[in-house]
């Protein structure tokens, strides 16, 4: 049988470097597309003020619609007992 052109994959702990060392097989460099995703991810912790904030203009949102709703309902308006005449 030929050799087979890819190598093995290395088992974790199977290294015949010295106990305690680290393994090379576990710690890769990161590629440039590692590193720009690493970059590009949005990491927002806004805790107990900025979750506050939020909270209040969420509702601050929630009245103005409320209002504008009520205020384009239809209203009763007097009208005239008579039309206008020809």
Request: charged share 15%; proline share 16%; glycine share 6%.
């Amino acid at each position: 049988m030929p050799a087979s052109p890819v190598p093995p994959i290395p088992v974790p702990g199977s290294s015949p470097s010295a106990p305690g060392s680290p393994d090379s097989s576990l710690h890769r460099t990161p590629s440039a597309l590692d590193r720009l995703r690493e970059r590009l991810v949005a990491r927002w912790d806004p805790g107990a003020k900025g979750a506050a904030a939020i909270a209040a203009a969420v509702l601050v949102v929630a009245v103005v619609t409320v209002a504008w709703v009520l205020a384009s309902r239809p209203h009763a308006i007097a009208v005239a007992a008579h039309g206008p005449s020809p």
